[in-house]
């Protein structure tokens, strides 16, 4: 194993999850370990960002499907969105790289797919847009708002210009 990444659930919330960081990343100092990387909601991480720096880690993803506080409250248990933009910015300013993702959910968040598209670049960080995926009996069944990537890639392309990558990104979508 040459890298590695912190996921969840939320990892961040997870007791004495800063002494695991630690721990891993010994083995970014010694070379046995190239990459620690975070996955997160955001909702803690403006108290983690600099301490996660510290230790090496020098990418995270956060999963962000809107920029508008109602919709964020409606799709999240919790509902902060300022709080997960004050952790963005504590990420960004302890010189982690960050890499939003979004899923892409059909009349709720996708004619603000390309304003996100827009604010995320402004301030230097990828946006990927991942197909919402089936979660059985855990979830409110989305197959109703299932958004084919492909259709949302024709409607980028009329208001951006769109080149394909020759590298997959670090996470799970392409």
């Not at 996660?52 to 809107?66: E, M, P």
């Not at 059909?106 to 995320?120: C, I």
């Not at 990828?126 to 024709?154: C, F, H, K, N």
């Amino acid at each position: 194993v040459r890298k590695l990444r912190l996921t969840g659930g939320e990892p961040l919330v997870r007791k004495n999850i800063m002494h695991l960081v630690r721990q891993i990343s010994r083995h970014l100092e010694s070379g046995a370990l190239e990459e620690l990387t975070l996955t997160t909601n955001g909702s803690q991480l403006s108290r983690f960002a600099a301490e996660l720096a510290d230790c090496g880690v020098k990418r995270i993803n956060v999963s962000l499907d809107t920029l508008d506080p109602e919709k964020f409250r409606q799709i999240t248990r919790w509902g902060n969105l300022d709080k997960v933009m004050e952790g963005i910015d504590a990420a960004q300013a302890a010189g982690l790289k960050v890499k939003l993702n979004a899923v892409a959910l059909k009349d709720f968040n996708d004619a603000e797919l390309p304003e996100m598209l827009r604010w995320a670049h402004g301030r230097g960080m990828e946006l990927t847009v991942i197909e919402t995926m089936p979660m059985g009996e855990i979830d409110a069944d989305r197959t109703d708002q299932y958004l084919p990537l492909s259709l949302l890639r024709a409607a980028l392309e009329r208001q951006f210009t769109l080149t394909d990558i020759p590298y997959k990104t670090g996470g799970p979508a392409r």
